[in-house]
């Protein structure tokens, strides 16, 4: 049973467009939620996170949101960038279990210029 | 300041014999993790450890699988035999703790295993 699903493995923007990555959790408990980015070869960077005390988080061109009743936060980009292009995988956490993170499989971003 | 640092990058070994991955993670994180990740899947923790102690291998396959951290610093994750399965991506992360701000972790560039 996966508890954190990105049901949409890719996504294809404009430049200059917003991108709206979408992550949807089972677990009640997680109340800590994390988006990293990958570049080919490369591990995953941290990009934004956000507490289940809040409701948005924002930082520069990305702001997560979280609607803790329906257990969904997405992830915008406005305006998107070609350097953008990358995987995103959401991530959550429980503070019962604070050093686990569970991720989901991933959304392939591309930006076309 | 240095990131967190995996060797080899590549490993290409026969199915039943052993690999090992060594991590180096940044000065200062306490919480090491390792990570496996296959094909199309997102990261699923193998092992956490808080200094030198492993405080949650719940996922680790013991059977197989091996991990140390010595002197709470650099560690080495195990396969031994490898089977075809085997074959991922693995990932080493590193955190200054957990929960909260301290849950976000720093990746290192990780391993690819192929198991022939």
């Known amino acids: 049973d996966q508890q954190v699903k990105q049901n949409s493995p890719s996504l294809s923007v404009q430049e200059g467009r917003i991108s709206i990555l979408n992550c949807d959790y089972t677990?009640?408990?997680?109340?800590?939620f994390l988006w990293y980015k990958k570049y080919p070869a490369e591990g995953p960077t941290f990009l934004i996170s956000?507490?289940?005390?809040?409701d948005k988080n924002e930082d520069g061109r990305f702001t997560v949101f979280l609607n803790k009743s329906a257990k969904h936060l997405s992830l915008h980009i406005v305006p998107s960038q070609p350097g953008d292009s990358a995987v995103y995988f959401c991530a959550a956490s429980a503070s019962t279990n604070a050093g686990k993170s569970t991720f989901g499989d991933g959304t392939t971003l591309t930006v076309k210029p | 300041e240095a990131g967190v640092v995996q060797s080899p990058r590549y490993k290409i070994i026969e199915k039943k014999q052993p690999v090992a991955f060594w991590c180096n993670p940044i000065s200062g994180h306490n919480t090491l993790y390792w990570y496996r990740q296959n094909l199309g899947q997102g990261p699923e923790l193998l092992i956490r450890?808080?200094?030198?102690?492993?405080?949650?291998d719940s996922q680790l396959p013991k059977d197989r699988f091996s991990a140390e951290r010595l002197k709470g610093v650099d560690s080495t994750l195990k396969i031994q035999p490898a089977e075809l399965g085997d074959s991922a991506v693995y990932l080493c992360?590193?955190?200054?703790?957990?929960?909260?701000?301290?849950?976000?972790?720093?990746f290192g560039q990780g391993t690819r295993l192929t198991v022939v």
């Open positions: 956000i507490s289940s005390i809040k």
């Open positions: 677990n009640s408990m997680f109340d800590y």
């Open positions: 450890y808080e200094n030198e102690e492993a405080v949650d």
């Open positions: 992360a590193s955190s200054l703790g957990t929960g909260g701000v301290n849950t976000e972790a720093f």
